[in-house]
């Protein structure tokens, strides 16, 4: 248990379905982080949001938005979705008041997109 | 662009046997961070290494970062079953009270046999 809870675990969608990925942090850290994970790629950093900021979206395309109401709540809006855009869904969060730190992650959000 | 490469892609060892896994990385950092991953699961961080230290241990592990190769290694000794995963380096640039800017490598899978 890190602290970080993502839900739902496990997502199949079409591609002209809406979804939207939750995290929430325990941990009462200030920033907030969404990482895709695909298969033999290396971890790519999808948004940034820092005190509910957003402080980096590293071109990623529309069909992903996020969301951050508070500090603790992160959500990833998905729609019209392809099937590449499959893989595992990653939050991460961290406390910017001490550096330098480390991320802690949830177990992910596997999306099967068909 | 990808910042860490770990090498090897894949490592098979025996139980009790030690595990060394390599990392480089392009740019300058403010510190390095290695992750493990099982399988389907979130990464769980390992070590954190500053960009002015050169050796740093925590249980079984040892990491050493060579800022002038621009290179780290993890050392695992006495190897197990349950050390069984991927593990990743990340280099950060982000710099005291700004989001955490970590960028990770492809990983290196490490079974252990029993």
């Known amino acids: 248990e890190t602290g970080v809870t993502q839900t739902p675990r496990h997502l199949v969608m079409g591609m002209t379905n809406k979804k939207s990925l939750k995290c929430e942090q325990h941990l009462g850290h200030n920033a907030m982080y969404w990482y895709k994970q695909s298969a033999k790629k290396p971890l790519e950093l999808m948004f940034v949001?820092?005190?509910?900021?957003?402080?980096e979206n590293n071109s990623v395309p529309s069909r992903f938005s996020p969301e951050c109401p508070n500090s603790s709540h992160l959500f990833l809006h998905l729609h019209t979705l392809q099937p590449e855009d499959s893989a595992l869904y990653l939050c991460a969060s961290s406390q910017e008041a001490s550096s330098p730190g480390e991320l802690f992650f949830g177990e992910g959000s596997r999306l099967t997109v068909l | 662009s990808q910042q860490g490469e770990e090498d090897p892609q894949a490592l098979s060892i025996q139980e009790g046997e030690n595990a060394t896994m390599n990392c480089s990385y392009k740019?300058?950092?403010?510190?390095l961070q290695w992750y493990r991953q099982n399988s389907g699961r979130g990464l769980v961080h390992l070590i954190l290494?500053?960009?002015?230290?050169r050796e740093k241990h925590s249980g079984r592990l040892r990491v050493t970062l060579d800022t002038s190769k621009k290179s780290s290694s993890l050392l695992i000794t006495a190897s197990r079953a349950a050390d069984t995963a991927s593990y990743f380096c990340a280099t950060d640039r982000g710099s005291s009270g700004s989001a955490r800017q970590l960028t990770f490598g492809s990983g290196t899978q490490l079974t252990v046999l029993p």
């Open positions: 290494i500053r960009s002015n230290e």
């Open positions: 949001y820092n005190f509910k900021e957003q402080t």
């Open positions: 740019t300058s950092i403010n510190n």
